[in-house]
């Protein structure tokens, strides 16, 4: 069974930075491309980054490009996102996800596999 574990969400204040991290199982991890998405009170579950399996290859949302960056570390078999310059309008509960197509992992239509999500709170 299929399992991503998120952490890192949290209470910070505009302007602020948090990391979220993502972890899984060494198996899952090397098979899949992996993502976050996010999912605020109301409003439809949203893309915000993904990067491929081996790494070098990248995709953002609009809204968070240039302000957050999606990694991936082997060695811990993790995706993080850092979140820096945080907005209150990105205070949402945040879901990793892994899918073995590129394609789906930046939809959130049909992706393979979710996490449990963390919330991140951004006052303002």
């Known amino acids: 069974q299929v399992q991503l574990g998120e952490s890192g969400g949290g209470l910070v204040q505009a302007g602020g930075s948090l990391r979220l991290s993502c972890a899984t199982s060494?198996?899952?991890?090397?098979?899949?491309?992996m993502g976050w998405f996010r999912q605020a009170p109301g409003k439809e579950r949203e893309f915000v980054a993904a990067i491929t399996r081996s790494g070098p290859t990248t995709y953002y949302a609009d809204s968070v490009k240039d302000r957050f960056t999606i990694s991936r570390d082997s060695a811990k078999n993790t995706v993080y996102l850092q979140m820096n310059s945080l907005k209150p309008e990105d205070t949402a509960v945040y879901y990793c996800a892994a899918d073995p197509s590129f394609r789906t992992v930046q939809s959130a239509t049909g992706v393979a596999y979710w996490g449990q999500g963390t919330q991140v709170t951004v006052s303002s």
């Open positions: 060494g198996r899952t991890f090397s098979s899949n491309h």
